[in-house]
């Protein structure tokens, strides 16, 4: 977040974390994130520019799973797929 790459995130919705495992220290989670596309192109902390990656409104659904160890995120893997902008959520109401 301080680097600001996610700078481009309007609002993250649709949160749910159907698997959280404190033996092991996997959690799994799943979300939606909106990108109405009021840029093209944002600058970040270190004072790199980006570009987004789609030039229209869209969403991305996300599937990711973390490893934490000692209280502190360790790892994470993850997937996402392009959706319609602003998509109905089959998760919550």
């Known amino acids: 977040m301080k680097a600001g790459v ?6 993250i919705r649709a949160r749910r974390y159907p698997v959280v495992n404190e033996d ?3 959690v799994v989670a799943l ?3 909106d990108h109405a596309t009021r840029y093209l ?3 970040i ?3 790199k520019t980006l570009n987004v990656q789609f030039p229209n409104p869209n969403a991305r659904g996300h599937l990711d799973l ?10 994470i893997e ?12 089959l998760w919550t109401d």
């Open 6 to 11: 996610y700078k481009p995130v309007d609002r």
């Open 45 to 47: 902390a270190d004072g």
């Open 66 to 75: 973390f490893k934490i160890e000692n209280g502190a995120i360790k790892r």
């Open 31 to 33: 979300s939606l994130e």
């Open 78 to 89: 993850g997937v996402s797929v392009s959706l319609p902008y602003y998509i109905h959520s």
């Open 24 to 26: 092991t220290g996997v």
């Open 41 to 43: 192109e944002y600058k």
